[in-house]
């Protein structure tokens, strides 16, 4: 999920829980205050009622016309003369739908039911409020309310959004920049372009890692490439000393067989250290592109080479070419890649094996007879146990990995029906 | 015949110097580029052995002092860098040949001889050694005037033996100045054998004396005497 997501997503799911839940519960409180203001009045009615009529009524026939005529004007007050000693009724409030004459239709009201006493004689009253009007204006409030808080919901979204692609974008961009960073490239990572402090400090956090990185990186290329030019002239030296000593007269069979054994580690080192220094070459991007090279002819000149080895061991290449490509690299290097897996293919087939070649479209596939799978760990890592027997001293397969990673091809390699087999994807 | 040894790394040079102490060569040192041009300037050479690391200078810049000087001296570049660069620089700039460090002396053996020939006998580019003789260009081999008729590979195997006569070679030795990058390939050693195996049987068969000794069955030696 995308950070952008990660962060709106709890707060949609927080904000809809909060607006569904503050609608219903909205509406309730408004209605339970409407309710008690209404009962407040209808009590103030009540002491006013019952104050007045106690003040108006100086004799019994006055009282009897004022409570008609209360009752006859339907102002919400209804009087019934209680005659009898029923048990005094608290207050009673309660909402009833009834018909309402003026304006037509059936309205809810609230009413209170209680008793007064005027001059000694006590009364039913009746008393009730209209709450049509408190009762339309809930609905659009709560309404209004719900409309504010998704109005918030998109505000936030909105902002969210436009502010997160300014905030994150000098962020993507490094990403970007970091996912394909070659760190022998002697390039560093450009500033992030922020007023963030935390993203400025990141940046320099990165920039400072990966100088250090390429420092390292630049000596141990160096030195490789330096400590095998040193060995050369030591390696000279031996070996011009053990030419020497092999003319020396009077050798015994023994020191001329050393001599000769010498001769042939010098010349394993001589190969380990040309190849270090190969590699350290390609690591360092030293070989330039010979421009457009047709693959095919530098696969039939690599396999002209070995002509000598394939005849002397007996083994026959089963070469099937349906390639016309070109692709633009140094012609060295490519010569190099194949003559590293042909030899390897080569050196690792028993006596009158065949060698399977195939290349068509992008891709190369070299496979040779072989007892089981190699460790795939490691196979292509420098002087690894997988390799070291090679007479590459080790290094055949990691200059083969090195080309690709330089180039942008991909190798791999696999064991299938008894057979080693490497691709190269160009 | 005149060599002189471009070589700043006296311990090298020593050994050179010494392997080639009882050849017919006369080799002459310079340790410094400055006392090399120095000697191209008064002596002719048959062949340099130019290191082209050296400390005052870039050996390069004695190639192009020779052509300047119009001479024609033969140049065998010997370098601790096998870089491609220099070696298309160096013979671009009229060197000979190119010999990457570490080298067998045998090798080296071969190569100013190849370049003596070609300089000294200008259209008879060929080595005489008891009756026998190789033709460079034409890749001959003649015994008494007799043609040979021997593999490229036996060709070169004879041209090698013959650089380095009354030198111990070693088969491994051999095997890689006959197979080149292809060494790590095959076992040498036989194909040494087979090859020493096949010339001597053919030479005997053109009627030449057994010139290639046998020592110990781990090197030839190619000797007249």
């Known amino acids: 999920m995308k950070l952008l997501n990660k962060s709106f997503r709890p707060f949609l799911i927080f904000t809809l829980f909060a607006v569904a839940i503050s609608i219903p519960l909205f509406y309730w409180v408004v209605q339970a205050i409407y309710i008690r203001d209404a009962d407040e009045s209808l009590l103030i009615s009540k002491k006013q009622i019952q104050t007045k009529l106690n003040q108006l009524s100086s004799d019994r026939a006055t009282q009897d016309s004022l409570i008609s005529i209360i009752n006859q004007l339907e102002i919400g007050y209804q009087l019934t003369p209680l005659f009898q000693d029923p048990p005094v009724i608290s207050d009673r409030y309660f909402t009833e739908e009834k018909f309402d004459a003026v304006h037509g239709h059936v309205e809810p009201f609230r009413i209170l039911e209680t008793t007064i006493e005027v001059r000694g004689i006590r009364y039913r009253l009746t008393t009730r409020v209209d709450m049509e009007e408190y009762y339309d204006v809930i609905p659009y409030t709560a309404l209004l309310a719900g409309g504010f808080f998704f109005l918030i919901l998109g505000g936030y979204f909105w902002v969210n959004k436009t502010l997160s692609k300014k905030i994150w974008t000098p962020f993507l961009k490094t990403l970007d920049t970091l996912e394909n960073f070659n760190i022998s490239s002697g390039k560093n990572l450009p500033t992030m372009d922020t007023d963030i402090v935390e993203f400025q400090k990141l940046s320099g956090i990165l920039q400072n890692f990966i100088q250090r990185n390429a420092a390292l990186y630049e000596e141990q290329k160096k030195f490789t490439e330096n400590a095998a030019h040193e060995l050369q002239t030591p390696l000279s030296l031996i070996l011009a000393k053990t030419d020497l000593m092999l003319q020396s007269p009077n050798l015994t069979k023994s020191q001329l067989e050393k001599l000769d054994e010498i001769k042939q580690v010098i010349s394993r080192m001589k190969k380990i250290n040309s190849n270090l220094l190969l590699l350290a070459k390609i690591e360092n991007s030293q070989f330039e592109s010979d421009g457009p090279l047709l693959l095919k002819t530098i696969l039939r000149e690599t396999l002209d080479f070995f002509k000598d080895v394939l005849e002397a061991r007996l083994l026959t290449i089963d070469l099937q070419i349906e390639n016309e490509e070109q692709i633009v690299a140094n012609r060295f290097i490519v010569e190099t890649l194949f003559h590293n897996l042909i030899g390897n293919a080569i050196r690792h087939s028993p006596v009158g094996a065949v060698i399977s070649i195939h290349l068509s479209g992008d891709q190369l596939r070299i496979a040779n007879p072989g007892a089981k799978k190699l460790s795939e760990s490691g196979l292509f890592k420098r002087f690894s146990t997988t390799n070291s027997r090679g007479g590459q001293g080790g290094l055949g397969l990691a200059i083969v990995k090195e080309i690709c990673t330089q180039n942008n091809w991909q190798v791999a390699y696999a064991f299938e029906k008894e057979s080693h087999v490497f691709r190269v994807i160009f | ?225």
């Open chain 2, 1 to 225: 015949m005149k060599i002189l040894l471009v070589e700043d790394e006296p311990e090298l040079a020593k050994d050179i110097l010494q392997y080639f102490s009882d050849h017919i060569f006369l080799i002459e040192l310079a340790s410094t580029l400055e006392e090399a041009l120095d000697r191209i300037q008064q002596f002719e050479y048959d062949c340099i052995l130019l290191d082209i690391g050296l400390p005052d200078g870039n050996g390069l810049s004695l190639l192009e002092r020779l052509k300047y000087l119009k001479k024609t001296d033969g140049v065998i570049i010997i370098s601790a860098k096998d870089s491609l660069d220099d070696k298309i620089k160096g013979l671009g700039l009229g060197a000979d040949d190119y010999l990457t460090k570490p080298f067998h002396l045998s090798e080296l053996a071969v190569r100013i001889t190849a370049i003596i020939r070609r300089k000294k006998f200008t259209g008879l580019n060929t080595l005489e050694i008891g009756g026998l003789i190789l033709n460079l260009d034409e890749k001959a081999v003649y015994f008494n005037n007799k043609p040979l008729l021997l593999t490229p590979s036996e060709f070169r195997l004879l041209q090698y033996f013959m650089s380095s006569q009354n030198r111990v070679l070693s088969k491994t030795t051999i095997a890689e100045y006959l197979l080149g990058d292809q060494y790590d390939f095959v076992d040498g050693h036989q194909l040494v054998y087979t090859h020493v195996k096949n010339l001597k049987r053919k030479l005997a068969e053109a009627g030449s004396p057994d010139y290639i000794k046998t020592i110990y069955a781990t090197g030839y030696k190619f000797t007249v005497r």
